[in-house]
């Protein structure tokens, strides 16, 4: 590390590098995602739990699943989870630690993809079973 021999402020040696004005919408849908996955998430494990330990396993899951209002409410907790969570939380790791320009937007675009795929495969999924295919 190197001395600063400048008779600057800390202040004043901060002013003129500004702000990056951005980072307000992202962090509030951070914020109202954690809220909602509070409730949301005690509802889907307390609920399947109280079904499927009491039930016959696999065929209870499958019983509690086909309800529209659980299924609903899974795809909920699937797109909040894939996107406001892991893809909020590795897109800013990405943003924070990556400098490198071209592997910067390649980290970017690769965690948009794979939360994306994520969440299409486990909708899909809760489709599948909710229209008996």
């Known amino acids: 590390?190197?001395?600063?021999?400048s008779r600057r402020s800390p202040l004043g040696r901060a002013r003129?590098?500004?702000?990056?004005?951005?980072?307000t919408e992202s962090w509030l849908g951070e914020q109202v995602a954690a809220l909602a996955l509070i409730p949301l998430s005690l509802y889907v494990l307390a609920s399947f739990l109280a079904n499927?330990?009491?039930g016959d396993g696999y065929a209870s899951a499958l019983v509690w699943l086909r309800?529209?209002?659980n299924a609903a409410a899974m795809i909920l907790l699937i797109l909040v989870e894939t996107w406001y969570g892991a893809h909020g939380i590795i897109s800013g790791i990405v943003e924070d630690?990556?400098?490198?320009?071209?592997?910067h937007v390649f980290g970017l675009i690769a965690v948009k993809f794979c939360a994306a795929i994520v969440a299409l495969v486990g909708i899909l999924s809760v489709l599948k079973i909710l229209v008996g295919a």
């Open 16 to 23: 003129g590098l500004g702000s990056a004005k951005s980072g």
């Open 97 to 103: 630690y990556i400098h490198h320009r071209a592997w």
């Open 52 to 54: 499927v330990a009491f």
């Open 67 to 69: 309800s529209p209002f």
């Open 1 to 5: 590390m190197t001395k600063d021999t």
